[in-house]
């Protein structure tokens, strides 16, 4: 599917992978339109309903919005077990908020003429290395990310009757906001766990694989790692 014309809402688009792939799709030609708080929760049915209806016409939506955080299952000490309140909130955000955005604008898209190749609409979504591979105190992280890895095909097989395919990426460690705050010494150590190249991911790599998704017809219903061949340790 062609970029140059298109309307794409990029949720998660005011920071790191997002902002990274709202610009790229931007420089491509597209429209974009981007969903983040405080303006729009993913998780809010009524306010991407309306976010996506005030649209006219769309054509491909990416994920971007997430958040991290974590615990231990048994806590050490006087910590208690993991919060269910925390475990819900990631998990309500990451894949809960994800497949919020995926049903509803599958359903604009489904409204649109199809091009020359019969496609409607793209989506991607954005899982975790750690969907595969979550370390110690991820439990709630991983869960997430891994429900979104499980829900790819299902889905992608369901929307290929419209002519809208879903694909998911799944980065490693990347050099965005979310890990800004990492010891200079916990960065050092991750990037060397990297086996090549040996440093954390670019948002821009991100952002130039969901060009490559949106451009490639014969691309869904798949994830692709984007890690550098990192599989994370327990801790």
């Not at 939506?61 to 048994?74: D, L, M, P």
């Not at 019969?118 to 595969?132: C, D, E, F, P, W």
């Not at 370390?135 to 929307?159: D, F, N």
């Amino acid at each position: 599917m062609r970029i140059e014309g298109r309307t794409f809402l990029v949720t998660g688009g005011r920071s790191g992978l997002g902002e990274a792939t709202a610009l790229a799709l931007e420089e491509a030609g597209a429209k974009v339109v981007i969903a983040d708080l405080p303006e729009t929760d993913v998780t809010d049915e009524a306010g991407v309903s309306k976010l996506i209806d005030s649209l006219g016409e769309l054509h491909g939506a990416v994920n971007c919005a997430g958040v991290g955080g974590g615990a231990r299952v048994v806590g050490k000490g006087k910590e208690g077990p993991f919060p269910l309140d925390g475990f819900r909130r990631i998990v309500d955000i990451n894949l809960t908020g994800t497949f919020n955005v995926i049903r509803l604008a599958a359903t604009k898209m489904a409204e649109n003429e199809p091009d020359e190749s019969g496609s409607r609409g793209v989506i991607v979504n954005t899982a975790s290395n750690a969907a595969y591979d979550g370390q110690i105190g991820q439990a709630a992280y991983s869960a997430s990310k891994g429900g979104v890895v499980s829900m790819t095909l299902p889905i992608a097989r369901e929307l290929g009757r419209h002519g809208i395919r879903v694909m998911t990426i799944a980065p490693g460690p990347a050099d965005t906001p979310m890990l800004a705050l990492l010891r200079e010494d916990i960065r050092e150590s991750l990037e060397a766990s990297i086996p090549f190249p040996s440093r954390l991911g670019r948002p821009d790599e991100f952002a130039a694989l969901v060009k490559h998704i949106v451009e490639n017809d014969y691309l869904n219903g798949e994830v692709i790692r984007l890690d550098g061949a990192l599989r994370m340790a327990p801790r």
